[in-house]
């Protein structure tokens, strides 16, 4: 294989396995922010993505794509320097020193989208092996796939103070940590494999440029009528519009999900496993998910994954004890069917020559509304809260979050039902056929 393809893998993995994803929520708040801060700053992390996806893009067609993959890696860097060793002593500083990290790591996201797999692509299609392509995807696949997982699990373990307080004394030191010296310890590890990211991008190299590019202006015209075509294609238009609201919904409680385990009494140390049981839950849906496009219609295979959602959402809404973890399963499989109903009727609805643009589309949606949900939570945890911003991690900021939830199914299940109905009335989502 070609250099650029293994560090291509060794990028997505050093890039992507997070050992603070677990604990997201709850490490923003056991530093000092409150869960309404956490969901602004994660407005600013969506619309940093949607202002920067296009120009860089374009930027990379002109300059090339290694440039972006290593800016992406140092901004990484950057990034968890800042959220490593933040101060904590003075709230306002702390949230605008977060919210430097945030925009940061949406730069970085929407800088590396797509610039390290054109890299290995195009470096494989230069040798005459373009057809060994998907055994790199599977390659991709396993090692993401076991590096997400063990650092899940490891994140966790080490965010729980009074297992890392066992663990000290198991090695006979005398260590007193708390919470908030703890909450920088999965930060510190994802430090670490930041210059691993670094050091792989700072090894790819550019392949000879081939063709000329689309400008920036070409892509957002093309990005205006792909828009306009979805508008006008009432099965396309369906799609994006029961992926958005679907998509925003449970992404809004996938991330607040670690303030979710601590109101119902799990202790940090099992956030990990959590984490990675749920990504597991993925292994059992291509199957099912095959079948279901054989045997059933879009808009049933779309009202299965609406009636996955409010369940998880509103069974995790609807208790504050243990067994609400079990919201996460059908939260789970509703998620993986998504992203396979999603990519398969969109690529058969779509013609190829516009079928990239497409995606873009609904990539920029996506965030788009991801982004309003988050300004909207964090508002109504405001409205719930009377005016007054209750203490980080207080039992009263416990109270307004549990209300706040709440509403996630409430609002899902309001919008879904004249969208279902609306849909009825499409053939191709009542199983016609799709034509792109």
Not at 266 to 282: E, W
């Amino acid at each position: 294989m070609p250099r650029n393809t293994s560090l291509f893998v060794a990028f997505r993995v050093c890039f992507n396995a997070r050992f603070y994803y677990p604990v997201l929520a709850v490490l923003f708040v056991d530093l000092g922010l409150t869960v309404e801060q956490y969901a602004l700053l994660n407005v600013a992390w969506a619309l940093s993505i949607v202002l920067c996806e296009l120009p860089l893009g374009a930027l990379g067609d002109q300059v090339g794509r290694r440039p972006l993959v290593v800016g992406a890696a140092a901004l990484m860097v950057v990034e968890m320097a800042v959220l490593a060793f933040a101060p904590t002593g003075d709230p306002t500083l702390l949230f605008w020193v977060f919210l430097v990290n945030r925009v940061l790591s949406g730069v970085a996201e929407a800088a590396a989208g797509g610039a390290d797999e054109a890299l290995a692509s195009d470096r494989l299609a230069d040798a005459g092996r373009r057809e060994d392509w998907p055994r790199v995807l599977s390659s991709l696949a396993r090692w993401q796939g076991g590096a997400m997982a063990a650092a899940m699990v490891l994140g966790g373990l080490v965010y729980d103070p009074v297992l890392m307080r066992d663990v000290a004394g198991w090695l006979g030191l005398d260590a007193d940590v708390d919470q908030r010296t703890t909450a920088r310890f999965p930060v510190y590890l994802t430090l670490a494999l930041s210059l691993g990211a670094l050091a792989t991008a700072l090894r790819m190299e550019e392949p000879p440029h081939g063709k000329e590019e689309p400008s920036l202006g070409e892509n957002l015209r093309r990005i205006g009528q792909a828009g306009a075509w979805i508008a006008r294609t009432r099965f396309a238009l369906g799609l994006v519009l029961f992926g958005l609201l679907l998509d925003t919904s449970i992404r809004i409680f996938l991330t607040l999900n670690s303030a979710y385990f601590r109101l119902i009494g799990i202790p940090a140390a099992f956030f990990g496993f959590l984490g990675a049981g749920f990504s597991a839950c993925g292994v059992l849906v291509p199957p099912l998910a095959e079948r279901l496009v054989a045997r059933a219609t879009p808009l049933a295979n779309y009202a299965v994954v609406s009636a996955l959602a409010l369940l998880g959402l509103g069974g995790a809404a609807a208790t504050e004890r243990w067994w609400g973890v079990f919201a996460m399963v059908p939260l789970a499989l509703g998620w993986s069917l998504l992203s396979y109903f999603g990519s398969h009727y969109l690529n058969a609805a779509t013609e190829s020559r516009r079928r990239a643009t497409v995606l873009s589309f609904r990539s920029l949606a996506n965030n788009l509304a991801y982004g309003a949900a988050g300004w909207a939570f964090a508002l109504l945890m405001a409205s719930l809260a009377g005016g007054a911003r209750p203490d980080p991690g207080s039992p009263e900021e416990a109270a307004v979050f549990s209300r706040a939830l709440v509403w996630i199914p409430i609002g899902l299940a309001v919008l879904l039902a004249p969208l279902l109905l609306w849909a009825r009335r499409g053939p191709a989502m009542r199983g016609g056929e799709v034509r792109p």
